[in-house]
């Protein structure tokens, strides 16, 4: 009883935390829509940069550290999630789909940090270009090794059922054939 309450008290605690910090970065984001536009042209003194620009690497910095603090509270959330999906599944092994859920989160995170992180880095002179490809193939390296390894995951945890399920039918077979 008192591990449900610290879990509802640490829902109560986060749930409000991850509805502000995405309120946040859909402000930020539409401040990045709006407000470069309205300041294109005017470059920044010192800086020799266009004030659109500055704007919106400010504006995506910033939005960026609202989604990241929303994610370390969702990635809490999906934990207590994961364990009551689990616990409903009837699933007695609770690391390898906690661990399945955790590498699901991990390939959206990644997808999410390239493409915020490509625009910026195809600014960079020279070799922008390539460090956006470069990236972009790290990214789908490390998404291919988190999907083989939710397959992993998921082939033991239908494996372990199916045996279940095969010993049940065994011991249904030799019940019915006892009996006659």
Do not use: C, H
């Not at 699933?91 to 906690?98: A, F, H, Q, V």
């Amino acid at each position: 009883m008192v591990n449900v309450k610290a879990k509802g008290d640490e829902i109560r605690r986060r749930f409000p935390r991850i509805v502000m910090n995405l309120v946040m970065a859909v402000i930020f984001w539409l401040i990045d829509i709006f407000v470069p536009p309205t300041v294109s042209g005017i470059v920044v003194p010192g800086l020799n940069t266009n004030a659109d620009l500055l704007i919106w690497i400010v504006t995506t910095m910033v939005m960026a550290i609202f989604l990241i603090r929303a994610l370390s509270d969702a990635l809490v959330l999906g934990d207590i999630l994961t364990d009551i999906v689990v616990r409903r599944l009837g699933i007695k092994e609770e690391r390898s789909p906690k661990r399945a859920a955790r590498d699901l989160i991990y390939i959206i995170i990644i997808i999410l940090v390239v493409t915020a992180v490509s625009p910026v880095l195809t600014y960079i002179e020279q070799i922008g270009y390539l460090l956006t490809t470069i990236t972009t193939y790290i990214a789908l390296g490390l998404i291919i090794i988190l999907i083989y390894d939710i397959g992993r995951i998921l082939y033991r945890i239908i494996e372990q059922k199916a045996e279940l399920l095969a010993d049940r039918l065994v011991q249904t077979a030799e019940r019915t054939k006892s009996s006659e």
